[in-house]
């Protein structure tokens, strides 16, 4: 079993910036793939970025290339989110999963373990 728990939400104008963090404890972390999603009110979960085991790849939804980066630090037992130039179409609750395994995953459904979210708020 692995727990997830995320932090950094808030509220913030269009242009700035927010590091979301995700510490996880239970089993061991550093086999695990990590992933961001985000829901915003009456829409569908999305993804927004993933990495591998140990950190060696990346992926990034279309909406946020060039402006979010993820990045993990496995003695920490930790995943970050940090986003640049937000904009108000950002605003949603964001989530971190794992997934056991090492590989790469988009797809919300292969992910095991989610947080609880943490809500980032973008004004205009």
């Known amino acids: 079993q692995v727990q997830l728990v995320e932090s950094g939400g808030g509220l913030v104008q269009a242009g700035g910036s927010l590091r979301l963090s995700c510490a996880a404890s239970g089993r061991t972390f550093s086999i695990y793939a990590m992933g961001w999603f985000r829901q915003a009110p009456g829409k569908e979960r999305e993804f927004v970025t993933a990495?591998?085991?140990?950190?060696?790849?990346?992926h990034y939804a279309d909406s946020v290339k060039g402006r979010f980066t993820i990045s993990r630090d496995n003695a920490k037992n930790t995943v970050y989110l940090q986003m640049n130039s937000l904009k108000p179409e950002d605003t949603a609750v964001y989530y971190c999963?794992?997934?056991?395994?090492?590989?790469?995953?988009?797809?919300?459904?292969?992910?095991?373990?989610w947080g609880q979210g943490t809500q980032v708020t973008v004004s205009s």
């Open positions: 999963a794992a997934g056991p395994g090492s590989w790469l995953r988009l797809k919300k459904d292969e992910y095991s373990y």
């Open positions: 990495i591998n085991w140990p950190g060696s790849t990346t």
